[in-house]
């Protein structure tokens, strides 16, 4: 069965910082991998997604995203942080059950920006 | 373009009694899931479907029923609210597994 870890429970960066969060998977084939991003008593946003193709994979809000097939890893980054960011970010990888798709998400990590 | 609608918004039930959470999307999306969010949880997967007649259980189906009668429409049923159902519901649909889920803006549920 697919699983997701994002070790980091809670992040606090600068404003103008960049910015680094971390993502793990474990699935037993080429997997569906995205990020969302939930403000506050908000639904979640699809920031990104990998299927194929090249590796680093960009999105909205300026963030991107790097598939590592050997260690596993999905990390999502933004070179210089808003404090408009700040935010809970979950990682996801996308699997199929017996008759589709399912997706699977990480605990998220709590984002806050200083300003 | 309303995407996936959930009412109510909130909600605050007695322990025992019945509801049902709405979920619409006007996307002709064939996904439709349905997850519960606790803290330091992420989501969990309570019912998923894959079109129009075609419903199954996901990771957390305990207390909950659903039913597709339509492409548009996945309301979930709560059977008899318990304090453990307490949590943020919510809906999200998809045209394929390529695409990601688009989200409603959820349900907060308060059982008593």
């Known amino acids: 069965a697919q699983s997701v870890t994002q070790p980091d429970i809670h992040i606090t960066v600068s404003e103008g910082a960049s910015l680094e969060l971390r993502c793990n998977y474990s699935?037993?084939?080429?997997?569906?991998l995205f990020w969302y991003v939930q403000s506050p008593g908000q639904g979640l946003q699809l920031l990104l997604k990998y299927f194929s193709g090249d590796t680093l994979v960009q999105g909205i809000k300026g963030f991107e995203a790097e598939f590592k097939r050997s260690q596993s890893s999905f990390n999502l980054r933004k070179p210089s942080v808003h404090w408009s960011d700040a935010a809970e970010y979950f990682c996801a990888v996308g699997g199929y059950l017996i008759y589709g798709q399912n997706f699977v998400f990480g605990p998220g990590t709590r984002l806050s920006v200083l300003p | 373009n309303a995407g996936v609608t959930q009412t109510p918004k909130f909600q605050v039930l007695k322990t025992g009694q019945s509801m049902t959470l709405q979920c619409a999307q006007d996307?002709?999306?064939?996904?439709m899931s349905w997850y519960r969010q606790d803290p330091g949880m992420g989501l969990r997967l309570i019912h998923y479907?894959?079109?129009?007649?075609?419903?199954d259980q996901g990771e957390v189906p305990n207390g909950y029923n659903v039913s597709r009668s339509t492409t548009e429409d996945f309301p979930l049923r709560l059977l008899s609210a318990a304090p453990s159902q307490t949590s943020v519901y919510f809906c999200?649909?998809?045209?394929?597994?390529?695409?990601?889920?688009?989200f409603g803006s959820g349900t907060r549920l308060t059982v008593v």
């Open positions: 479907s894959v079109g129009a007649g075609i419903t």
């Open positions: 996307m002709n999306h064939e996904y």
């Open positions: 999200a649909s998809s045209r394929s597994g390529q695409d990601g889920y688009t």
């Open positions: 699935y037993g084939a080429t997997p569906y």
